[in-house]
């Protein structure tokens, strides 16, 4: 079946880790994105790919990195130089730039 | 700068009755509207769309009404059901960029 693939689900860190957390797309999708979600603070982009080999900031992206080396494969880094970084993360992706997103399941990481 | 904002952290509806989730945004050159539906622990589901151009998307229970002139957009669901518990959030994008997110709202339907 076609969708969006996250992995780990669950995540726990040490504080100075960094953390790659995988999202894999069976869907030809061009566009990917990786959002993080806090209470009461919706969505916030944390990078985004449109094309393969080349991505762009969003709105968070302090203490991330990101490839897109592949187009199915879009893996998030999460650096110790993110200062709050406990969340739950999700991966998104679109055959177009906008419009609708399919998203995975998510991964909730949980740094102590 | 919250661009795309719902004011309303939560919402408690009995079942059989009408809910009303509100989106209201600032940036008057959005012009593509979507709200998305999500459990605990799981990926938003894209629910229903709007364009600009329309004022009224209909899907079975769920109708969207897009108010441009007040940069206000609402998400009607007839009969409410016990399985629509969940957080709803509403989206905007500008003429194909990425989509901008609101707070979410939660909606609880009590039998």
């Known amino acids: 079946d076609g969708g969006i693939t996250q992995s780990p689900k669950y995540l726990f860190r040490k504080e100075g880790q960094n953390v790659t957390l995988s999202c894999e797309q069976n869907?030809?999708?061009?566009?990917m994105y990786w959002y993080r979600q806090d209470p009461g603070q919706g969505l916030r982009l944390i990078y985004y790919s449109q094309i393969v080999n080349d991505f762009q900031k969003g709105d968070i992206a302090e203490g991330y990195s990101v490839s897109r080396e592949k187009k199915e494969s879009f893996p998030l880094t999460v650096t110790s130089a993110q200062k709050n970084p406990t969340a739950f993360y999700l991966c998104?992706?679109?055959?177009?730039?906008?419009?609708?997103?399919?998203f995975g399941e998510g991964s909730r990481l949980t740094v102590l | 700068d919250q661009q795309v904002k719902q004011n309303s952290p939560s919402l408690s509806v009995q079942e059989g009755r009408i809910s009303i989730l509100n989106c209201d945004y600032t940036?008057?050159?959005?012009?593509?509207f979507l709200w998305y539906k999500k459990y605990p622990a799981e990926g938003p589901t894209f629910l229903i769309s709007?364009?600009?151009?329309?004022d009224k998307n209909e899907d079975g229970r769920f109708t969207v009404f897009l108010n441009k002139s007040a940069k206000h957009l609402s998400l009607h669901i007839v009969p409410s059901q016990p399985g629509d518990s969940a957080v709803y959030f509403c989206?905007?994008?500008?003429?194909?960029?990425?989509?901008?997110f609101g707070e979410g709202t939660q909606l609880t339907v009590n039998p």
């Open positions: 940036n008057s050159m959005f012009d593509y």
């Open positions: 869907l030809n999708h061009d566009a």
């Open positions: 989206a905007a994008s500008d003429r194909g960029s990425r989509l901008t």
């Open positions: 709007i364009s600009s151009i329309k």
């Open positions: 998104a992706s679109t055959r177009h730039n906008t419009g609708e997103l399919f």
